[in-house]
């Protein structure tokens, strides 16, 4: 049984940068889509990255084009979201989820497609 678990999240000021992991135990996440959520108090979770299992395609929602990146560490079993400039509207729970095992050129933004969650991990932007 895959599990994950999100690490990274914290305090920053705007326009600060942070790095999030998810770490993956109990299988590898080579064939396993990863995406990122975020859900922000009072509003739905929405997909901010994911990366696929197939040839690495990854997607951005627009909010965060350009300061986000998604990559794969396969030796470490993680997946990180580096974060920069970040504003106060990217405050909020980050999630990590994973749909797999299975190769696919293109990962998921429909949270439903996701089989594993990991609990979040809080990200503050404040100054």
């Known amino acids: 049984q895959l599990q994950l678990v999100e690490s990274g999240g914290g305090l920053v000021q705007p326009g600060g940068s942070l790095r999030l992991s998810c770490a993956a135990s109990?299988?590898?996440?080579?064939?396993?889509?990863i995406g990122w959520f975020r859900q922000a108090p009072g509003k739905e979770r929405v997909a901010v990255s994911c990366?696929?299992?197939?040839?690495?395609?990854?997607y951005y929602a627009d909010s965060v084009k350009g300061r986000f990146a998604i990559s794969r560490d396969n030796a470490k079993n993680t997946v990180s979201l580096q974060m920069n400039n970040l504003k106060a509207e990217d405050a909020a729970v980050y999630y990590c989820?994973?749909?797999?095992?299975?190769?696919?050129?293109?990962?998921?933004?429909?949270?439903?497609?996701?089989?594993?969650w990991g609990q979040g991990t809080q990200v503050t932007v404040s100054s």
């Open positions: 990366i696929s299992s197939g040839n690495g395609s990854t």
């Open positions: 989820a994973a749909r797999g095992p299975t190769i696919q050129r293109m990962c998921p933004i429909r949270q439903s497609w996701y089989d594993y």
């Open positions: 109990g299988s590898t996440l080579d064939y396993y889509a």
